[in-house]
């Protein structure tokens, strides 16, 4: 249990059925009242943000939250199976919780699960994915005055924007979480 004159940036907490992240707290001490403390709170499966204020002396139930390591095994249509590298415990997931986080993710790369109470909420790719080029139209010369970009679709399926200078075949760089083109490799 932690009460809200605890909180500090990053703690995450269940509050009325779902488990949230504090992003930001103050502890506010008006001239005339009781003191309480004004938060900010992200819910961690939705990614909604709420502002709620608390007396410093309510409670509130730690929520633990575990990372797994796992291996992405396949996609039948239906489920999305991972493998656990440590137990080799397999899981299915359905595309609802999967979202688009396997955009830039093979069979067989790691990725880690994010899970409370031993439900899986939240798949994390690896930060960056090297993926080579399947889909590229060839870049028109003298078009690179305003450094163009066009897009490329890698082996994954998705389409990521590029410099003209890259062909079909190439190996890329990509940051997951924004999609964005690092460098060929």
């Not at 939705?46 to 939250?65: M, T, Y």
């Not at 010369?141 to 075949?169: I, R």
Request: negative net charge; proline residues 4%.
């Amino acid at each position: 249990m932690v009460t809200a004159g605890d909180f500090k940036n990053g703690l995450t907490i269940e509050y009325e059925g779902n488990i949230y992240q504090i992003i930001e707290f103050q502890h506010v001490k008006p001239g005339k009242g009781a003191a309480f403390v004004r938060t900010k709170m992200k819910n961690i499966k939705n990614g909604g943000a709420i502002e709620k204020s608390f007396r410093p002396q309510e409670k509130f139930e730690n929520a633990i939250i575990e990372r797994t390591k796992m291996q992405y095994l396949y996609n039948d249509g239906e489920l999305y199976y991972f493998m656990n590298v440590e137990t080799y415990d397999q899981v299915g997931l359905t595309a609802d919780v999967i979202g688009d986080s396997l955009k830039f993710v093979r069979e067989n790369d790691e990725v880690t699960t994010v899970s409370h109470n031993g439900s899986i909420f939240d798949i994390e790719p690896p930060m960056f994915a090297e993926l080579e080029v399947t889909e590229c139209e060839p870049g028109e010369k003298g078009n690179t005055a305003t450094g163009a970009t066009k897009p490329c679709t890698v082996e994954t399926g998705a389409v990521v924007y590029v410099p003209l200078f890259v062909n079909l075949g190439d190996r890329l760089k990509i940051d997951t979480r924004t999609g964005e083109y690092l460098s060929r490799v």
